[in-house]
């Protein structure tokens, strides 16, 4: 499956922004979705993750409480909605797709996209 990042962009610090993932095929209701951001000279850090039926979201100490995991399998996307957001959020944000349950760990995702910028300026 090949996945699609758009939405990034650059705001400010208390801003929203809605980052979409669009996938091709019809097999993306199998997988699980996350979200992962690297920033400059940082490795890889985890953001989130949704289950195959959606009824289950995981989140990264740093986001939690501020962005919002969610797909629309009819749609074949999905979603990460950031709010209240802060200068340490600026990185290259990706989706990627997985099998198991949890994952949240590069190594268990297999499909990603080619990321979208975020700049969050203060």
């Known amino acids: 499956v090949q996945l699609v990042e758009s939405g990034g962009g650059l705001v400010q610090a208390g801003d929203s922004l809605r980052l979409s993932c669009a996938t091709s095929?019809?097999?993306?209701?199998?997988?699980?979705l996350g979200w992962f951001r690297q920033a400059p000279g940082k490795e890889r850090e985890f953001v989130a993750t949704?289950?195959?039926?959606?009824?289950?979201?995981y989140y990264g100490d740093s986001v939690k409480g501020r962005f919002t995991i969610s797909r629309d399998n009819a749609k074949n996307t999905g979603y990460l909605q950031m709010n209240s957001l802060k200068p340490e959020d600026t990185a290259v944000y990706y989706c990627?797709?997985?099998?198991?349950?949890?994952?949240?760990?590069?190594?268990?995702?297999?499909?990603w996209g080619q990321g979208t910028q975020v700049t969050v300026s203060s």
């Open positions: 095929g019809r097999t993306f209701s199998r997988y699980v």
């Open positions: 949704i289950t195959w039926s959606a009824d289950t979201t």
């Open positions: 990627a797709t997985a099998s198991r349950w949890p994952a949240t760990h590069t190594s268990e995702y297999y499909n």
